[in-house]
C-alpha cells in the first residue's frame, strides 16, 4: 500500500523498471483509494438525500391532506358568501363555480411554487466534489513531478 515504508533497495537492484513497477503499484493504490474515497462519499450524499427524501414526502403528504380540506373549506365558504342575506335563494355563485375558483387559486400558487423548486433543485450538484478536487490535485502533483 502506499502507506506502508518499505527499506530502500540495494544499490545494484535499484533499477529503473523497479522504480517504473514502484510507481505504477503507487499510482494504482492512490486510483483506488480514490475510488474507495468517491464511494464513501457518494453513500453518505446518498443517505443525506434519503432522509431528507423521507421526510419531504411524509410533510407533502400531510399537507396534501390539509389542502384538500381546506378547499373543500374555501368553496363553502365562497358559496356561502354569495348567498344573498337572509334568503333561501341559490347562491349569485354555483357550487360549481366555487370549486373553480379556488382549483385555480391553488393551481397558480402551486405552479409558483413548482418554478421556485425547479430553480432550487438547478443549484443542487450530486456529484462528489471533494473526489473530484483530490483527483485534480493528485493528476497535478503526478504531471508536475516528471
Not at 354569495?82 to 402551486?110: N, Q, Y
Amino acid at each position: 500500500m502506499a502507506n506502508e515504508v518499505h527499506p530502500p533497495p540495494a544499490a545494484e537492484e535499484a533499477g529503473i523498471g523497479t522504480l517504473l513497477r514502484g510507481i505504477i503499484n503507487d499510482v494504482g493504490d492512490l486510483i483506488r483509494h480514490e475510488i474507495r474515497f468517491a464511494r464513501t462519499e457518494f453513500k453518505s450524499d446518498a443517505r443525506k438525500l434519503l432522509r431528507a427524501g423521507a421526510v419531504l414526502a411524509f410533510g407533502v403528504g400531510t399537507a396534501g391532506l390539509g389542502v384538500v380540506l381546506l378547499a373543500f373549506m374555501l368553496v363553502h365558504l365562497v358559496h356561502w358568501l354569495s348567498l344573498p342575506a337572509g334568503t333561501a335563494e341559490p347562491g349569485r355563485i354555483p357550487l360549481w363555480g366555487c370549486f373553480g375558483i379556488v382549483a385555480a387559486v391553488f393551481l397558480a400558487v402551486g405552479a409558483a411554487m413548482a418554478l421556485v423548486g425547479v430553480k432550487r433543485f438547478e443549484n443542487v450538484n450530486p456529484l462528489p466534489d471533494e473526489t473530484a478536487q483530490s483527483v485534480k490535485e493528485n493528476v497535478e502533483w503526478i504531471m508536475n513531478s516528471k
